[in-house]
């Protein structure tokens, strides 16, 4: 069996596929969208969250921090970053959860276990199990093991992806997924180079390998404003679902800043950006 890392399981989602779902948050992503809604998944280990609104400036974490990150200066507490080296024994004796472990271990079996808790509720409202992230093909592994199975469950499938994989790598979980959540951040390369990190070419080369293999694909496309808000990006968007015929829908989803609220508590809070929201709309090819 096969054990993975995760950040969060949901049950009850009405926004990752069709009818009600669990949703599994894998954590580690290759991109690093300056964007990012979940900006814990991105690091491949578990990582320790300080929320400064919930501290109550009590001092309990200050001698079991042998790093001597945490510090209690006039009576309010500080973060020192820059010392911490995730031990996460201050998370122990906090009485308020104002320090926090994200991420932890997990085995596909545990996954399927819970998930089949709402199989009835699946059955009744079309949904499933999705797997999501980070980037769940950056565990391979663990996410082919999970889809394959939920599949011997008899539970419909839907994986979560950027796209940003080998073709090896896809081969290990098309068989299992029934619909391929596929990302499209941006559509000009070096657009895309600047605010993800990685390039475009490989993730569009993919979106067409699982067309060729006839798999069921939704796009999934942030609308940033002032980053991709642009008329030329939507357009080859259109042409993308046009293009494929295995596109059944895309979504054009909406950002929002609750990204902020949890770099605000990891050691990457110094990056941040403050955008306005735009609606959520939606086509249909």
Known sequence: MTDGLIFDLKRGSFH?????????????????????????????????????EKCIHCGLCIDPCIYDAQRLIDDHHEMVWANCR??????????????????????????????????TVYDISGGGLTISGGEPLAQIEFTAEIL????????????????????????????????????????DSERHRQCTGVALELILSNLEYLNSKDKQIILRCPIIPGIND?????????QLARTYSCITKVDFLEYHNLGNDKLRCLASSSIKINIPSVPVFRWLP
């Open 148 to 187: 394959t199975k939920a599949k011997q469950k008899g539970l419909h499938t839907c994986l979560d992806t950027s796209g940003y994989a080998s073709i090896d790598t896809l081969d290990m979980v098309i068989d299992n997924t029934d619909i391929f959540l596929f990302d499209i951040k941006e559509t």
């Open 230 to 238: 642009r008329s030329d990006h939507r357009e080859k968007i259109y």
């Open 86 to 119: 995730n031990c996460m024994n201050c998370t122990n004796v906090c009485p308020v959860n104002a320090l926090q472990i994200v991420g932890y271990t997990i085995s596909a079996a545990e996954i399927i276990l819970e998930a089949c808790e709402d199989k």
């Open 16 to 52: 990752d596929g069709p009818g009600i779902r669990t949703v599994v948050f894998l954590k580690g992503c290759p991109l690093d969208c300056i964007w990012c809604h979940n900006p814990e998944s991105k690091k491949y280990c578990p990582e320790l969250m300080y929320d400064d």
